[in-house]
């Protein structure tokens, strides 16, 4: 599986941005899809992520409310929408795919990742 992850930017603070990650493959429906971010000098964390089905959803609390994970099977893409934007969202922005379970926020669980997408949010 190979990701590519695009639509990062900047952005004022309270305003939004979508998140695209597109996967090559015939088994994208077979993975869980996770976004996580990494700011400067701090290390990686997860922010959300969505099960193989597009059923099930999971976000970290610091975004809970502000930003929607969905996908489209159809198309191979997983999309991070994200709104009220703050300025400690700045990071980049990596989409992930992992198939070990219904969905898992640890990074360690994730086979496959993206380039990663700049989002830079400004106070």
């Known amino acids: 599986v190979q990701l590519q992850a695009s639509g990062g930017g900047l952005v004022q603070a309270g305003g939004s941005l979508r998140l695209s990650c597109a996967a090559s493959?015939?088994?994208?429906?077979?993975?869980?899809m996770g976004w996580f971010r990494q700011a400067p000098g701090k290390e990686r964390e997860f922010v959300a992520v969505?099960?193989?089905?597009?059923?099930?959803?999971y976000y970290a609390d610091s975004v809970k409310g502000r930003f929607f994970i969905s996908r489209d099977n159809a198309k191979n893409t997983v999309w991070l929408q994200m709104n009220s934007l703050k300025a400690e969202d700045t990071a980049v922005y990596y989409c992930?795919?992992?198939?070990?379970?219904?969905?898992?926020?640890?990074?360690?669980?994730?086979?496959?990742w993206g380039q990663g997408t700049q989002v830079t949010v400004s106070s």
């Open positions: 992930a795919a992992g198939n070990s379970g219904t969905y898992d926020s640890r990074d360690h669980a994730y086979d496959y």
């Open positions: 969505v099960s193989g089905s597009g059923g099930s959803t």
């Open positions: 493959g015939r088994t994208f429906r077979r993975y869980f």
